[in-house]
């Protein structure tokens, strides 16, 4: 009997003390807390609507057509610009906007618009998942979300991405060429027949699609003109909309003609100099140490710009005149080497003197040739990979039968060459 009553005492005293709190709460407002105060609105919000069938997790015309999203990209900065990793650096901001009518409970009564953290809207409203496709293994970082919801059920969602995108370069005409560097926008999951791409039409003094003026300060590139374009992408069973920003960039080659052309100019101008040296003895080792470090410095600027650019099975104008830079270059070590052989070897100054007088001023005439035929296919050849055979063949067939006439020139030297060590039966029947 003592527990019963015990037992019982307990109760009232639990029930008096719930009764007392809940009276409290009814009859004094003042004594609510403030954390209950601010989390009833988005109590209120988050619980579904029975009218509409309110759920966040299916998009508004589901089971109807596709849903529009208008899009706009706004490009504040573009940097490192890899032409071998295929890949640039961007800031973007992306504008998507949509309509969800489900979205207006979320607007307070007398307010037009409200803006909500992007933690708090995906967990009350339907988000379309636009990602930017285009982005380099994973290679984006959020910066900032924010979204505005309207009391008409209009939808903004204005975010900003540092990313890095893939792109596909042109290097045909590199360091004089241009480029088209995309950014493009695709829904993670939803296919074409449910979600639609639609370019955003800019409000009176509001810019939402463009470049920013200062985006390519920090860039050996410039602005030439942007575009915008939708499209329905289709690759085998997967059949997405795309919206994309274009831009056409125009590279600055004066920088390019400064660190890479000129110092292959002036190495081949220092290579050229041998055949002003004295053929006499004490000059014979300078003449071929010019030569050969010369030509041994070009191979290492040669790898500086095989860093740089891809690898492909297409020439390209800058492999064109390095083609010919180290093709005139080794052809001045070999010829350099076939002077101080006529000279000491086989003892014929004369016939030396007369090809390095012949090599001193034939060599830059062809030097300037051949740079006339690189500036025009830097304007004008649709087919560089063509013109480089052609030239690299007739550079080749050139130094060959100037060889070969000198070596005609000298056959009496082969024959009659007793004290070096010639004889006649070991000379080819080719030199006569």
Known sequence: MKSFHSSCRLLVLLLTSVIESLSATVFRPGA?????LSTSFLDLTSRADPRAGHDKSFRPHVGGGADIVEYGLYLTSITDVNMKEGTFDADVVIT????????????????????????QAKKRIWVPDVTVTNRYMNAIDTISTAFTITASGQVTKVERLAATLTSTYDITYYPFDSQVLITTLGSATLMSDELQFRVLAAQPGEVV?????????????????????????FDGSLHKSRG?????????????????????????????????YPLTEPFAMPRVMTALVSFLSLLMLALRTSSVLPIRGTMHWFGLFE???????FANVC????ILVVYH?????ERAAIIQEEVKWAKPCLAVTLLVVCVWCAWEAQSVEFVTNVTYGLLLLLLIV???????????SFLNQDKTGFHADLVPDLCW
């Open 345 to 349: 070897q086989l003892d014929r100054p």
């Open 209 to 233: 699609t463009g470049v920013s003026e200062g985006a390519f300060n920090e860039s050996e590139f410039s602005i030439v003109n942007f575009t915008e374009h939708v499209d329905d992408e």
């Open 402 to 412: 100037y060889l070969g006439y000198q070596l005609y020139q000298l056959r009496d």
């Open 244 to 276: 994309s920003l274009i831009l056409e960039v125009k590279r600055h080659g004066a920088p390019y003609i400064q660190n890479l052309i000129m110092p292959e100019v002036l190495i081949w101008l220092v290579s050229w100099t041998v055949f002003w």
């Open 32 to 36: 609510r807390s403030n954390s209950t």
């Open 323 to 329: 083609t010919h830079v180290q093709t005139l270059m």
């Open 335 to 338: 010829i350099n080497i076939f």
């Open 96 to 119: 998507l906007v949509w309509t969800d009518i489900r979205a207006t409970v979320l607007v307070p009564a007398g307010q037009a618009k409200v803006t909500l953290a992007a933690r």
